[in-house]
């Protein structure tokens, strides 16, 4: 079966560092995608994986390990506004590489 | 350049009525999904347009289901008729390639909810 697991709630304080984890088990693997939605709002694209390591981009930095089937998404200088909704999102074939695979998000919280 | 926008923002409607959602892609974009995320749970793929061409509709949850493309253009999905667990968000998204989907963007959704 296809499985994306992210923890459902997480708080954190203006100014630190927050790491949101994802573990996938899916039938193949063509990427992977950590997307932010605000409330009520569209779902914008932070950041993809396809190859083991490290990708940053400014404060947000998103990690892939293929074999242990993991990922996080690594949020620094947290700010109000980065309270948000966090998915995560699995293309499990190259043709077909739309039909994502979504977690269930993950709500972040900031406190000042 | 407007994004993808999605029509209406809500609706309610009553266990057996029907009702027509509306997504208007970005200009140029020949690719369209629809997803949708029911109360709870995850958002799933529904389908898939290549211009006005259904690509690919395994994700479409049974034949009350009913979406098209006429024109290539903007796309609507038809719900009739709405039963109970179809309320959730239905979000449509866009791309000019399927292959690279760094490039989707989503819409913000439309939430129904079935009464």
């Known amino acids: 079966g296809q499985n994306i697991d992210q923890p459902t709630e997480m708080t954190a304080t203006e100014g630190a560092i927050v790491q949101i984890n994802c573990t996938y088990q899916?039938?193949?693997?063509?990427?992977l995608f950590w997307y932010q939605q605000h409330a009520g709002e569209a779902p914008t694209f932070l950041s993809y994986?396809?190859?083991?390591g490290l990708e940053e981009k400014g404060r947000f930095s998103s990690f892939l390990s293929r074999s242990k089937g993991y990922s996080y998404l690594l949020l620094k200088e947290l700010q109000m506004k980065d309270s948000a909704s966090y998915l995560c999102?699995?293309?499990?074939?190259?043709?077909?590489?739309?039909?994502?695979?979504f977690g269930s998000g993950t709500r972040l919280l900031v406190r000042p | 350049e407007a994004g993808v926008t999605q029509f209406p923002s809500h609706s309610v409607i009553e266990k057996g009525q029907t009702v027509t959602l509306r997504c208007d892609p970005i200009?140029?974009?020949?690719?369209l999904y629809w997803y949708r995320r029911v109360m709870g749970k995850e958002i799933k793929f529904l389908l898939h347009?290549?211009?006005?061409?259904?690509?690919?509709e395994s994700g479409m949850p049974n034949n009350r289901f009913l979406a098209e493309r006429t024109g290539g253009t903007y796309s609507t999905l038809k719900v009739q008729p709405a039963e109970l667990e179809d309320s959730g968000v239905y979000f449509c998204?866009?791309?000019?390639?399927?292959?690279?989907?760094?490039?989707?963007?989503f819409g913000q959704g439309t939430r129904l909810t079935v009464v």
């Open positions: 998204a866009s791309s000019q390639s399927s292959r690279v989907l760094t490039e989707a963007f």
């Open positions: 899916t039938s193949g693997f063509n990427g």
């Open positions: 994986n396809v190859l083991d």
């Open positions: 999102a699995v293309s499990p074939r190259m043709d077909s590489s739309y039909k994502l695979i």
């Open positions: 200009s140029g974009h020949d690719n």
């Open positions: 347009f290549v211009k006005e061409s259904k690509q690919d």
